[in-house]
């Protein structure tokens, strides 16, 4: 597994923690991840990148690009995060923004899976596997 970090705001993300969240992941699904990019950048970065691939105005919480090829079993992708949207939503969910950032992983990596958000439906199985994966990461680091 490669992993590439980039941090362009002045909020505090380890490699470590990224790494820890993508191997709870490859565990849960028997998967394995290959390379994979994570960014986490400011809503007028975000607001750019939203306009010039999805023709989206305005920031979101998470940009997923899957790099996957095809017949293969391994996950490749890139997971774009703006953290100024994800301290509004820790704010709006009453969550400390570590969570918030945990769950936007997670969740970046079950759209490389393969998993939607497109419905009601799809957003309710979304979010039951991203709480599954943050009590995965919960009972991990309380046994570390």
């Given at each position: 597994?490669?992993?590439?970090?980039t941090?362009?705001?002045?909020?505090?993300?380890?490699?470590?923690?990224?790494?820890?969240?993508?191997?709870?992941?490859?565990?849960?699904?028997?998967?394995?991840?290959?390379?994979?990019?994570?960014?986490?950048?400011?809503?007028?970065?975000?607001?750019?990148?939203?306009?010039?691939?999805?023709?989206?105005?305005?920031?979101?919480?998470?940009?997923?690009?899957?790099?996957?090829?095809?017949?293969?079993d391994?996950?490749?992708?890139?997971?774009?995060?703006?953290?100024?949207?994800?301290?509004?939503?820790?704010?709006?969910?009453?969550?400390?923004?570590?969570?918030e950032?945990?769950?936007?992983?997670?969740?970046?990596?079950?759209?490389?899976?393969?998993?939607?958000?497109?419905?009601?439906?799809?957003?309710?199985?979304?979010?039951?596997?991203?709480?599954?994966?943050?009590?995965?990461?919960?009972?991990?680091?309380?046994?570390?």
């Amino acid at each position: 597994m490669e992993i590439f970090l980039t941090n362009d705001t002045k909020t505090k993300i380890t490699k470590t923690k990224i790494k820890s969240q993508i191997l709870i992941f490859e565990e849960k699904f028997n998967i394995k991840c290959g390379t994979l990019s994570v960014s986490f950048i400011s809503d007028e970065d975000m607001e750019r990148l939203n306009t010039t691939y999805l023709g989206h105005e305005g920031s979101t919480d998470i940009i997923t690009f899957d790099y996957k090829e095809e017949n293969s079993d391994l996950i490749d992708g890139e997971l774009i995060i703006c953290v100024d949207q994800a301290k509004r939503q820790s704010r709006q969910y009453k969550v400390i923004l570590d969570n918030e950032l945990s769950r936007l992983v997670f969740h970046g990596l079950l759209h490389l899976k393969g998993f939607n958000d497109h419905t009601d439906q799809e957003r309710e199985i979304m979010h039951e596997m991203e709480n599954e994966l943050l009590d995965m990461m919960s009972v991990k680091s309380k046994n570390d």
